[in-house]
């Protein structure tokens, strides 16, 4: 059953009405976007946001973090409260689309509760938590960290491309990093974060479905391995004789490649992304190579038994060519899953309107990312086209991200009213 427009609750027209707004805020071309954290156009768009988020009937404020807030009070304010958001800042050469559908998308859902005259049971609030990109001082989930207070040492000394630090961005943007306590959310008092956003994978297109409930982060293994040979002249050392770094590196970029394609049904992805060859000459036989491995996956236990098989294959592959090797580890996260309550009432709300969403995961973190850690946590993914994200052609019909947002308001409603 496809859902006609009678079947939103939501309010398809505005929620278009202000994605388009938004993408209007720090444009870059006809659907291109660049709304770097903290910078005057992001503070353009969260000022537009709160504006919208007043007129809605929710009390609004900025927080010292960055991040924009807006409340809907229950019946008990001192209940934990329901969190509900994403970002609206981009990278610098962005689509509309990413974080945008998940804030705007979340206000959608708190108005129309609103309007019907809905009170929860506990406040539902809506969140642009700030920087979650991290292109600016490169390092991102800044506000959602903030909040959960897990900043870590010398992060408002970062400094951007032209020298400003996070200090000096914060304050401009009229925060006091002083008062950074006064933010902070205390453990336990958030009871649920759900995030709406783009799915910036090719997977519900693949599956013809327009929206997607999400099972966990995958988190990424990252390792650089380093291979040493031994250089010599292109022209004169045998093919036998050779030690060749490049050679054995190239082999090992094959070994990833189809250990992590074997089982076509699990979405296990791994890439080597970076690779620096010494003393890259073309008529010298590659000595060094370095170059890095990101290996994902939503089980870690088969993650695990991937980066087994792939160590053996490095082990083996350098033996063959003469080659000496390290592995070192830069960042092993774990997936973060998604709370099962959460995913049931998705699942089930989502067949009440005749929607098929199936369950993927997330390859990419979310601030979603670091509030599964303090909170149960539930995303829903809206289909966009080709995959395409980080990039100005990113796409995803205004069909489709009412959907999600219909999706989001009824799993906010049900869980509001529990
Ligand atoms: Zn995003």
Redesign the pocket.
């Known amino acids: 059953m496809r859902l006609t427009e009678k079947t939103l609750t939501i309010n398809k027209t505005r929620l278009e009405e202000r994605i388009h707004a938004l993408s209007q805020i720090g444009k870059i071309s006809d659907t291109g976007v660049c709304r770097l954290a903290l910078s005057p156009e992001d503070k353009a768009a969260v000022e537009t946001v709160k504006g919208w988020m007043e007129e809605a009937g929710l009390t609004a404020r900025i927080d010292h973090f960055g991040n924009l807030i807006g409340r809907l009070e229950g019946r008990n304010p001192e209940a934990p409260v329901l969190m509900l958001g994403?970002?609206i800042d981009s990278q610098p050469y962005a689509g509309r689309f990413?974080?945008v559908i998940g804030v705007i998308g979340a206000l959608e859902a708190a108005q129309t509760l609103k309007e019907l005259n809905i009170t929860p049971n506990m406040p539902i609030e809506i969140v642009a938590f700030c920087d979650?990109?991290g292109c600016r001082f490169n390092k991102g989930l800044f506000g959602v960290r903030g909040i959960l207070g897990k900043l870590e040492d010398g992060e408002l000394d970062r400094t951007d491309k032209n020298g400003i630090t996070r200090k000096e961005a914060l304050i401009e943007f009229g925060c006091d990093p002083e008062k950074f306590k006064e933010s902070e959310y205390s453990a336990g008092s958030i009871s649920a974060f759900i995030e709406l956003?783009i799915e910036q994978g090719p997977i519900l297109e693949a599956k013809d479905t327009p929206v997607g409930i999400v099972t966990g982060i995958s988190g990424p293994l990252w390792l650089t391995v380093e291979l040493e040979g031994f250089a010599g002249h292109a022209g004169s050392v045998p093919m036998h004789m050779r030690q060749d770094a490049l050679v054995g590196a190239a082999k090992i970029v094959v070994a990833l490649n189809d250990l992590t394609s074997e089982d076509v049904s699990a979405p296990t992805v791994g890439t080597v992304g970076s690779m620096k060859i010494f003393p890259d000459s073309r008529n010298i036989i590659p000595e060094k190579v370095s170059f890095t491995i990101d290996l994902r996956d939503i089980e870690i236990e088969r993650r695990d038994l991937i980066e087994q098989q792939l160590r053996k294959k490095i082990h083996t592959i350098s033996e063959q060519h003469g080659l000496t090797y390290t592995i070192s580890e830069d960042t092993n996260s774990e997936p973060r899953y998604c709370s099962e309550r959460i995913k049931k009432l998705m699942s089930k709300e989502s067949a009440n309107i005749g929607l098929n969403a199936i369950e993927l995961m997330s390859g990419p973190f979310?601030d979603s990312l670091a509030m599964s850690y303090e909170c149960d946590y539930g995303m829903i993914f809206v289909r966009c086209k080709d995959g395409i994200s980080h990039n100005p052609k990113e796409f995803s019909t205004i069909e489709d991200i009412s959907l999600g947002t219909e999706l989001l308001y009824r799993t906010a409603m049900k869980m509001a009213l529990d």
């Open positions: 994403s970002h990413d974080g979650e990109e956003h979310h």
